[in-house]
């Protein structure tokens, strides 16, 4: 099998949003290689693991030097993700190729997805009705992690539960523990939240791809293409997410988020695009109408306060 620069610049445009939003990797690596390349879907998480086990050092790297990463919920997070990650590539392996399984786990990941974009886009709109700009609060605090209150035990649990789909589907490392983030610590800011799980998924993609190479289907031309897009890819998409206002990131992220779960509830490439090209246009105009009428509001605030003529007279 020759080379694939096709298969490099897919690799390298899902890895920018890997590195913008610190999910997406499984959830639309995998799939785009199974549907366009016509890789095996064994193969296509195995090769996908070990590139992405390379990969993921890149970005959490960028995000290590601007100090957005809370290196204690990385710790109990791993406590629980590392050795389920191998688990469940033994479990993967015992149950054969797992169709059953994997569907399920796409249907119920779905789900979660789904709500974890829906939370974001409320939280956004009740921040600015309440007359706060989470936008330029995020942007007036410092790249510092704020020091959270970790809570062990879930997060170990998050930890084990994310390993445990990875090892089996490859798909979870980023889309199903950082929804699990979102609830638990909704304090860590945006830029923070995807530092953090970056960073986690170092160890935890390790070992699930030691585990596919020992046992799995690993294909070696598929991850040197994976990685020639890949590297560079969430390497550009990392450095763009450490400095952007969290307010962006918030935004890419519920995008990616509405679309992995269309994606796990088996939506077409096709449809799938139509289907985000109008939500994001919707969202646009339902933005635009919103600002002004916050604006509206401001101005008509500002005028009600204004002190008559006569009172400075007085």
Partial sequence: MDFDWTMALGSFLVAIIVGLTGM????????????????????????????????????????????????????????????????????????????????????AMGAALMIAAVGLVLRGYLSRRAGASPDAAEEKTSGTAPKVKVRPVPTVVVGAVGGLVVGITSVGSGSLIIVALLALYPALKANQLVGTDLLQAVPLVLAAAIGHLLFGDFQMEVTTALLVGSIPGV???????????????????AIVLVASSLKMFGLGAVPLAWTMTALIAGSAAVWLVLRRRTARGLRAEADTVRVPPDELVR
């Fill in 24 to 107: 997406g990797g499984g959830a639309l690596m995998t799939p785009m290689l199974v549907t366009f390349f016509g890789v095996s879907p064994l193969a296509a998480v195995s090769s996908d693991l070990v590139a992405a086990a390379v990969m993921k050092p890149v970005g959490s790297a960028v995000h290590y030097r601007q100090g957005t990463i809370d290196m204690r919920l990385v710790a109990w997070l791993c406590a629980g993700s590392v050795p389920a990650a191998f688990s469940g590539v033994l479990l993967a392996r015992a149950l054969g190729h797992g169709g059953e399984v994997e569907e399920i786990i796409s249907k």
């Fill in 235 to 253: 390497y550009l998409g990392s450095r763009i997410s450490s400095r952007a206002p969290g307010g962006i990131i918030r935004r890419i992220l």
